[in-house]
């Protein structure tokens, strides 16, 4: 709808939007639109309307956006914010490189729902989280042991955990499999089933293996999914299954086709990050990913940051450090990237935080993405939906997309300057060229500098 000059009454009504962002390419991303020279009017916290490009309209504040893009905040559903002790790293990292909704709680990590609620009920971008197996439901019920399975008492009771946190509004279950190997299919099945109880419930997974088992992995998950009839998202693919991604994208395709409700999302690094702690770096790892020992880890936080590992020093940090990062350079930078390309692949971060370094995926995984993508011959709008609608319409959520009347969560950015800056020696450097993000129609990042206020919400299912 196009305003225009007038009457008084007209007037009145021009010149009390809030922002305008005037004469930029705006990406609306709903179904069928293409990008169009326009200005974009916000009032109230929503998009009020879709002026001309050199719409003389005027505003409380005006951003010129000529040569610029104006998009949909990025909707990042893999990520992880559930170490409270820190308040805004993880959220001002993603921010900083166009992240307005995010969904934490991944891999098996994320709390009961009224902990995160507690924890954090009034965050910088709009957030929910998982409910996970390991922090949420095994340890809850006593069952520290992350190597031995679950009794059906304990499962019987995880169930109830589960329910209510569902209830409470969590988005759904992760599942951290590698990180509780002790927890067997029928256990996992057992809390599928509850999920199954909730509409718009899904199911994350950290699959079960990270070496050559990765696609038997895989196709437990996709059983699981078919039989409890439960929406399934496999985490961070291109990380899990270093030599047979291809194999496990055929493997999801197939199940696809043939109806399962699964999709898959991967970040555009060819080197992982996990907990010095976790099961991941147990005995064995140099047999799993084929001969690379401990020269292809570096620690990235603790005593050792900075340094490549050696048995010693990963035991002494595994006993003594263990939420210190270590980065493990084991994955294939073509293998990633063709995971990336795929039409169905979804972009998410996996960003993770627990104290003092971290992996540039916090800072770098959308604007690094996008330029990966338009590398591989990608058209901007198609780039962007793995983005935007993509992730959104995976968890259901009302983001991801820019109409009359939406909530007005925008990003402005400079197409050929967002380049991401996050290197691992300098992991929290963010990308160039984002120029405004916008979050409920509050201006939350300008020239680089967040607003003092957090003006997200958090949110939940449904
Ligand atoms: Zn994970």
Known sequence: MLHSGGDQTGAVLMSCFDILIRGGTFFGMTDGSEPVPATLAIKNGTVSALLAPDSEAEADYVFDAKGMFVTPGFVDIHMHDEFFADTDTVQHCLIRQGVTTAVAGNCGSGPAFYKSALARPKPWLHLSYLVGNCAALREEVGRTDRYTPSTKEEIALMRELLRDALRDGAMGLSLGLEYAPGASYDEISALASVVSEFEDGIVTVHIRYDDDRCVGAVKEMIDLSRENNVRLQISHLGSMTMGHTRECEETIERAMADGVDVSFDCYPYDAF???????????????????????????????????????????????????????????????????????????????????????????????????????????????????????????????????????????????????????????????DGLKLVIIKGRVVLMNGDISPAPQGDLFRRG
């Not at 002494?316 to 994955?331: F, H, N």
């Not at 609608?389 to 939406?406: T, W």
Request: charged fraction near 30%; aromatic fraction near 10%; include cysteine.
């Open 273 to 431: 990050c996990a907990k010095a702690g976790s099961a991941v770096y147990d005995d064995g790892f140099v047999k799993r990913w084929k001969g690379k020992g401990p020269e292809y880890l570096e620690a990235v936080s603790g005593k050792y940051r900075g340094r490549r590992l050696t048995f010693e020093t990963l035991a002494e940090m595994r006993r003594e450090e263990p939420m210190s990062l270590i980065v493990a350079y084991v994955m294939d930078r073509e293998e990633v990237e063709n995971c990336i390309a795929n039409p169905a692949c979804i972009i998410a971060s996996d960003a993770l935080f627990t104290g003092s370094g971290a992996h540039p995926r916090i800072a770098g995984t959308f604007p690094r993405a996008l330029r990966i993508l338009r590398e591989r011959g990608y058209s901007w709008q198609d780039a962007l939906r793995k983005m935007t609608v993509m992730p959104a319409e995976r968890m259901r959520i009302k983001s991801g997309r820019l109409f009359e009347g939406s909530v007005a969560d925008v990003i402005v950015f400079d197409p050929e300057g967002f380049i991401d800056r996050a290197t691992f020696q300098d992991p929290f450097l963010p990308p």
